[in-house]
């Protein structure tokens, strides 16, 4: 009698949750409408090594913009269980979440992901995963998100060629609702990405129906356009002219990338949640949250092992406060 009740209990929450949240399992029909991206140009010659590459940089304008703040813990940050975690960083802690602004000379501008979404009237951004449940807190201020900051600084979405979106976990493509009101706007990012975020109950992987919903347009990169590249592997030459690198970062969801910026300045690797942490990157721990763990450790050993080869590189984490202080615009490149 008790385990009738007990069915009965479940169904009733369960149906009443469904009516509440219908659409939070389905999928967000991303793939169905994705062109794969073309480059416009294409050098005859491929480089072999990244000494090659690094000899001739391109004058890239890099600005981070701070979009806001969230809140969260090893279970998403750095895997806790690992016995090289530090025992300072088994906290919940509020952490940055950044849209960075690159300027390339001849094709413009473009965004690396879009943060979180503007603020309400208390200055929050919190986001709810699942209808009701996973409440996400998230705080920032008025005029940090992303469309704010380009409004700020006189640059429509017609001047921005793409955002490109390391993934789809909302802290990353939060800020997409705001920019599309600006105008018609195109997402760029991996094919697994896609495929894994567009399936039904891809909320398991972390990926929010509702956030996936906003009117963008989207398109991948062509698998078949990726080279292989000493120590990072899989690597897509994004302009076809060395500037812009993608780099498979796969682990922490099935199409995670990174960026690698060849600018004057030195070369930027933006490793964004393949390693949410300078703790994480320094000691070889994958996050907490992964889709693949033996992938994530794979990710994360091949750009330590590039890092550790180029001394000049300057490596930006995904979420790491100590690399940020409170101001909203920061220029990368000195
Ligand atoms: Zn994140």
């Not at 017609?158 to 800020?175: E, K, Q």
Request: charged share 25%; net charge neutral; hydrophobic share 35%.
């Amino acid at each position: 009698m008790h385990k009738h009740r007990q069915r009965i209990f479940f169904w009733a929450f369960f149906t009443i949750y469904l009516s509440i949240c219908a659409n939070c399992f389905l999928g967000a029909p991303l793939k169905k409408d994705a062109k794969s991206w073309s480059k416009d140009a294409t050098r005859d010659h491929t480089p072999k090594t990244w000494e090659e590459v690094f000899s001739k940089p391109t004058r890239l304008e890099i600005t981070a913009l701070l979009t806001g703040y969230v809140l969260t813990g090893p279970a998403i940050l750095i895997d806790a269980k690992d016995p090289k975690t530090p025992e300072d960083q088994k906290k919940e802690q509020w952490v940055p979440s950044l849209s960075y602004l690159v300027k390339h000379p001849r094709r413009g501008y473009f965004l690396l992901d879009s943060g979180v979404p503007s603020i309400d009237t208390e200055n929050r951004c919190d986001f709810s995963l699942i209808g009701p449940l996973f409440n996400i807190q998230c705080k920032s201020e008025k005029g940090r998100d992303t469309a704010s900051q380009l409004d700020e600084l006189n640059i429509p979405n017609t001047d921005l060629d793409f955002v490109l979106a390391s993934h789809l976990h909302w802290d990353h493509i939060g800020g997409m609702e705001a920019l599309r009101k600006r105008g018609p706007i195109r997402v760029l990012l991996s094919e697994e990405e896609a495929r894994d975020a567009g399936r039904n109950f891809a909320v398991f992987h972390g990926y929010s129906h509702k956030a996936l919903s906003f009117d963008f347009e989207v398109s991948t990169l062509p698998k078949s356009g990726f080279i292989d590249m000493p120590i990072l592997g899989q690597v897509y030459d994004l302009y076809g002219d060395g500037s812009v690198w993608i780099v498979s970062a796969h682990g922490h969801t099935e199409g995670e990338i990174a960026v690698l910026l060849n600018s004057v300045g030195g070369p930027i690797l933006f490793t964004f949640d393949s390693s949410h942490l300078k703790a994480g990157f320094q000691n070889g721990v994958p996050p907490g949250a992964t889709v693949d763990r033996k992938k994530s450790l794979e990710t994360l050993s091949k750009m330590r092992a590039f890092a550790q080869k180029f001394p000049r590189l300057r490596v930006i984490y995904g979420h790491e406060p100590s690399q940020w202080t409170d101001k909203a615009r920061v220029n990368l490149e000195k």
